[in-house]
């Protein structure tokens, strides 16, 4: 009887364990597809950018992509960055580390965020949260297998398209982009609007006297209150990847009625333009 028990246990563990990694190797597949999905729709690079190009730009806004390196390049059409930080859920929430690549077109604006929480070697929860074709979702899953959250919708759309908006400042050359409009606000600020199929996001960007990009400012759809709520991404490092000045360790903050509440502290490791 005692043998009949410890085999079927066996059977169980094996056929569990055999779930569990069919669900990561699917779950990791499909991200692999959509990533291949954004690099094969992604357009040609256009001209190299020129003083004119920033010439019609707000001031700080000129003065930021010239100190920013971009003048002389070509806008990417393709944007891979690696990143590590923590993320928590809630004010009073423990904070989980993790690892993180993530893939951007230029044109068409779209990315692709994919994460390991608490590390790539040994992730507890895989999760992807994405911008493509127009459309934006959210989805993490335990062991690849059981979902902790899961999110699509109209709502997302414009939620997504300001993450990408924000996120330019790690490809600043896609900031002189024909979907991309300035309106200077101040000599250390200007407000940035993208537009992409019938969407729009705007922000404020703020610069310090050396021109360096120091934070974002927007409101944004926030999936735990269901409100539009003002949403900042302070930075607290700056660096260079191949000649391009960019920020490189920040946090995003929620601007709530009951405080601020930093959800998650990042540093971008790897950059690569193509």
């Known amino acids: 009887m005692l043998r009949l028990i410890v085999l079927s246990l066996v059977v169980v563990l094996v056929a569990a364990g055999g779930f ?22 992604a ?34 059409s393709i944007v891979r960055l ?26 068409p604006p779209a990315f692709l965020w994919r994460a390991w929480f608490a590390s790539r070697s040994m992730p507890i929860v895989m999760g992807r949260d994405a911008y493509l074709d127009g459309a934006s979702s ?7 297998a059981f979902p902790v959250a899961s999110e699509s919708g109209d709502a997302l759309i ?3 398209l300001m ?10 050359q896609a900031y002189v982009g024909d979907n991309v409009t300035w309106r200077a606000v101040d000599a250390r600020s200007a407000e940035v609007t993208i537009s992409d199929r019938g969407h729009s996001a705007t922000g404020t960007v703020f610069f310090d006297d050396e021109g360096r990009l120091i934070n974002f400012r927007g ?29 490189v360790a920040g946090q995003g903050v929620w601007k709530l009625d009951s405080g601020d509440f930093a959800y998650i502290e990042l540093r971008i490791v790897d950059i690569a333009y193509q």
């Open 158 to 160: 414009e939620a997504g």
């Open 138 to 144: 959210i989805e993490m899953r335990m062991l690849g």
């Open 219 to 247: 409101g944004r759809y926030n999936t735990e209150t269901g409100n539009i709520e003002t949403w900042e991404t302070p930075i607290s490092a700056h660096g260079e990847f191949d000649g391009v000045a960019v920020p």
């Open 163 to 172: 993450r990408y908006l924000n996120e330019i400042m790690w490809f600043p």
């Open 43 to 76: 357009g040609a690079s256009p001209d190299t950018i020129t003083q004119a190009d920033l010439a019609r730009l707000p001031a700080p806004v000129s003065r930021y992509l010239r100190a920013s390196g971009v003048v002389g390049r070509p806008v990417p």
């Open 82 to 107: 690696k990143q590590v930080g923590r993320l928590r859920g809630a004010p009073d929430a423990d904070w989980m580390s993790f690892e993180a690549e993530q893939v951007y077109s230029t044109n």
């Open 20 to 41: 569990i990694g069919w669900s990561y190797w699917s779950f990791r597949h499909s991200i692999d597809a959509e990533v291949a999905a954004l690099v094969a729709a």
